[in-house]
């Protein structure tokens, strides 16, 4: 049977895992039963180690109000599987009864509240509305300049291989490419142009490390000085429109929008004395668990300042995209 999901899971999913530390946070999955042997489906579990022991917290949720059935019936689904606690998430609250069974049987009960006052709130309870932004390169083919082979510019592709210069293989120009474009802040270059949504292809020029070389049909060996980059271009950009809560001690806000054809919930926590932290959860449709992508540090920072600064990079140019930086890389597209 698929893992089964919906957007509140997935907000508490991301919430789990911004206010667990070092713990290991799982959405759906399947603990077996002890006395019947059957796979059970939990929304999500904390788990970790302490005191050379294994840690696993089970947390259900729903959106409607909570009554004693529905407590006890999450007690009697833990009753024989694998959870050390049951902590019980409803977004509705909890009825007087709810609480007090969850209460005598040890169960955690759990809601998002109102936001707090605390001063040292950054961003929860202050956004209103985030734009969401990606920018997809799928580099399709190239060109090399070789050192030992001035004026010649062989063609390469996804899979050409590169090599140290005593032969032993790096990777593929993919590869190479793949982890340049990673972290070149490409998509601040790009959000700064005002085509940006007709954008459909790329071209980029890559300085290439110190001793990275290729082979030629004689299998001899040649440095690379630089490759350029041709492939697709696809950039999309949402609003997404923020809820402010508090959520077991933690200031956090949350929401949901469609970036092109994949779902995505945005979770944002603050707790004090700690680095904030956001993170988004891309899905398609209700019942995908989804993929979670963190945001970087600086990425979070830029929330925080109530506006975009692009951080420095190494692709530098003109406003168009064109013109070479100090690094000899370039980045054009159309």
């Known amino acids: 049977m698929p893992r089964r999901s919906n957007y509140l899971q997935k907000i508490v999913f991301g919430l789990e895992r911004q206010v667990a530390g070092k713990a290991e946070v799982e959405q759906s999955p399947l603990l077996k039963d002890r ?25 259900e949720v729903t959106a409607s109000r909570a009554d004693v059935g529905w407590v006890d019936e999450m007690v009697g689904k833990h009753r024989n599987l694998p959870t050390d606690k049951l902590v019980l998430f409803s977004q509705g609250g909890f009825t007087d009864g709810a609480i007090a069974d969850a209460a005598a049987a040890g169960v955690e009960t759990v809601t998002l509240e109102e936001p707090g006052d605390a001063d040292w709130q950054k961003v929860c309870g202050k956004l209103s509305q985030v734009l969401v932004a990606s920018v997809s390169l799928v580099p399709r083919s190239g060109t090399a300049a070789l050192k030992t082979a001035e004026g010649l510019r062989p063609a390469v592709e996804p899979e050409t291989e590169i090599f140290m210069k005593d032969g032993r293989r790096v990777g593929t120009f993919q590869d190479l490419a793949s982890a340049f474009l990673r972290g070149a802040n490409v998509l601040e270059r790009v959000h700064a142009r005002e085509d940006r949504q007709d954008l459909k292809r790329f071209v980029a020029t890559i ?41 077991r001690g933690a200031q956090v806000a949350h929401g949901s929008g469609r970036l092109g054809s994949q779902d995505i919930a945005l979770i ?45 990079s190494e692709l530098e140019g003109g406003e168009n995209g064109g013109g070479s930086s100090t690094r000899g890389q370039e980045l054009t597209a159309d």
């Not at 006395?35 to 947390?59: A, C, F, P």
């Not at 001899?220 to 402010?244: F, K, N, P």
């Not at 707790?271 to 600086?298: C, F, Q, W």
């Open 207 to 247: 300085n290439v490390p110190y001793g990275l070389h290729m082979r030629d049909t004689a299998d001899g060996l040649h440095e690379v000085l630089s490759l350029t980059i041709e492939g697709d271009c696809e950039y999309q950009e949402v609003v997404v429109d923020i809820a402010s809560s508090e959520y």
């Open 268 to 312: 944002i926590t603050e707790i004090e004395t700690e680095p904030m932290r956001s993170s988004i959860v891309v899905y398609k449709g209700e019942n995908d668990p989804g993929d979670v992508v963190d945001l970087a540090s600086h990425e979070s920072e830029h929330l925080s300042s109530g506006h975009r600064e692009a951080p420095r």
């Open 35 to 59: 006395v019947t042997g059957r796979e059970r489906e939990v929304d999500i579990v904390v788990s970790g180690w302490v005191g050379g022991r294994r840690i696993m917290i089970g947390v």
